[in-house]
């Protein structure tokens, strides 16, 4: 196929790109006119100069393809509004459908994320695609769930078939801007980022890149797949990243209550001396004692393909903010010594 990806140079998307060109696809990339594009330099793709958010440029650059994998997203989870990251989501989505129709685009995979799935107080209780974050407070979990349904809204109103994957925490390589996801390892192998009470699905990036692919053919309409790697909680992240670096992560002990207490009275202080605040008090409701944990194996049986565990994700992170020179030079020192993340 001649396959339209938009976001081509994200952090998904360069994966995608590179799992695409591996199975003989002809990869068209849309990417904003001064981009960081160093995640797709060098393959033998087509780019091309363009916007979600201009109806003209996406609608160019879906002629002559054959689908679609939209990828284009502002993600990050601390922000002043929902809106701010809901308004290009929503105006760009609008686009792409657009664009798909007047191309007789038949198919388009749409990268939402677990956000829009939300989490359990329980970890025994697994969530699917099935579910919604019906309690989101954070405006990246607010923007992410309005505009997935958005996007199912516009497959019918368009009569183009929607395969929707929401990926968990992803991790791993050719992400130069470093994403939350990657972010947390590094932050938690710097010193800067602790463990808390709760627990996530953590996903290697080539994984999601392979099931991206895979959806260009298989799935069905309008149903929403969870792309998992593994449940784990934070605390075992921890341990892992003892084992790999020789050294554990700080620990955040305080139940629930207290963090947002916390939480808000960080968030004010900062935005007084006109700081990014750490966290805030949002993210703190979506994640401390709350648990990301899914059940996957409807994703895995549909499209054919067993992620790899999240030890093995947390190990190509650090692999990749190791090449990046992203990890402190003592904790770099005790990784390389200990010869943990050789190979991944």
Request: aromatic share 6%; with cysteine; hydrophobic share 40%.
């Amino acid at each position: 196929m001649k396959v339209l990806v938009t976001g081509a140079n994200g952090h998904i998307g360069a994966n995608v790109c590179r799992e695409l060109l591996s199975q003989s696809h002809s990869v068209r990339a849309l990417v904003r006119e001064n981009a960081d594009c160093r995640g797709i330099e060098g393959l033998d793709l087509e780019v091309v100069k363009g916007d979600v958010m201009v109806a003209a440029s996406v609608m160019a650059a879906a002629q002559g393809c054959d689908a679609i994998i939209h990828l284009a997203a502002v993600y990050k989870t601390i922000a002043k509004t929902a809106e701010e990251i809901v308004a290009p989501a929503v105006e760009g989505c609008r686009n792409v459908f657009e664009a798909a129709q007047a191309a007789g685009i038949k198919r388009i995979v749409y990268t939402s994320s677990i956000a829009s799935i939300g989490f359990s107080d329980s970890p025994n209780h697994m969530r699917t695609g099935d579910d919604w974050n019906d309690d989101a407070q954070n405006p990246y979990y607010v923007a992410k769930t309005q505009s997935e349904k958005i996007a199912q809204n516009l497959s019918r109103e368009f009569g183009i078939e929607l395969i929707v994957l929401c990926p968990a925490l992803v991790l791993g390589r050719f992400d130069y801007r470093i994403t939350p996801s990657n972010q947390l390892i590094m932050d938690m192998v710097n010193g800067k980022g602790q463990t808390y009470r709760g627990g996530m699905n953590l996903v290697d990036v080539r994984d999601v890149a392979a099931i991206h692919v895979a959806a260009l053919t298989r799935g069905e309409n309008r149903k929403r797949y969870v792309v998992g790697g593994g449940n784990i909680e934070v605390t075992e992240i921890g341990r892992i990243l003892k084992k790999l670096t020789g050294r554990k992560p700080l620990h955040l002990p305080t139940p629930r209550g207290m963090t947002l207490v916390m939480a808000g009275l960080i968030q004010r202080v900062c935005r007084t001396l006109g700081l990014t605040p750490p966290f805030t008090r949002d993210l703190v409701y979506e994640v401390v004692e709350r648990y990301g944990y899914y059940d996957c194996s409807e994703t895995y049986k549909t499209f054919g393909i067993t992620p790899r565990d999240p030890e093995s994700a947390i190990k190509a992170s650090l692999a990749w903010l190791l090449a990046q020179g992203k990890i402190k030079p003592a904790a770099t020192k005790r990784i390389h010594k200990l010869g943990s993340v050789v190979g991944s």
